[in-house]
């Protein structure tokens, strides 16, 4: 499991799989997006388990910078199937 580690990781992960799969099964949003603050490696690391990439970094008053990742759906196969993740 991505992560490697037992406990916290672990749930995150499975937590935000969970968060991301269903978005992608319930809206038509065709990317989700994840923000958080540039020294949370851990939160960027878990966006990076569930198949979300570095899309920038940005200037914010409140954190010093703030760090996006990003993922995209490109297709289904069938309303059942796993869906087919694109990120860059």
Known sequence: MPGGE?????????NAKAV????????????????????????????????MRFACEYPDEING?????????IGRVSASSEALFLTY
Do not use: Q
């Open 65 to 73: 910078k703030t760090h996006v990742s990003m993922i995209t759906i």
């Open 20 to 51: 991301r799969d269903w978005a992608f099964r319930n809206t038509d949003y065709p990317a989700l997006y994840s923000y958080c603050k540039y020294t949370n490696e851990p939160s960027f690391r878990t966006a990076e388990s569930i198949g």
């Open 6 to 14: 037992k406990g916290m990781m672990t749930s995150d992960y499975r």
